[in-house]
């Protein structure tokens, strides 16, 4: 599974990042995904912190 940050939408309040840090950093005040694709152990957490995104930033194939 991939995970993509539209970083046109992102206001970077990291979210993402305290939710699955394995996954997501901020880079440049914008969240970034850091692993891609996204290793099975870290799935759960990943699609949490799409769904915990206030701006839905955070899209995954």
Do not use: W
């Amino acid at each position: 599974m991939k995970f993509s940050v539209d970083r046109e939408l992102c206001i970077g309040c990291g979210a993402c990042e305290s939710t699955c840090p394995d996954v997501f950093e901020q880079v440049d005040g914008k969240s970034h995904v850091k692993l891609n694709p996204v290793p099975e152990a870290y799935r759960g957490d990943a699609l949490q912190a799409e769904e915990g995104c206030p701006v839905g930033a955070i899209a995954h194939v």
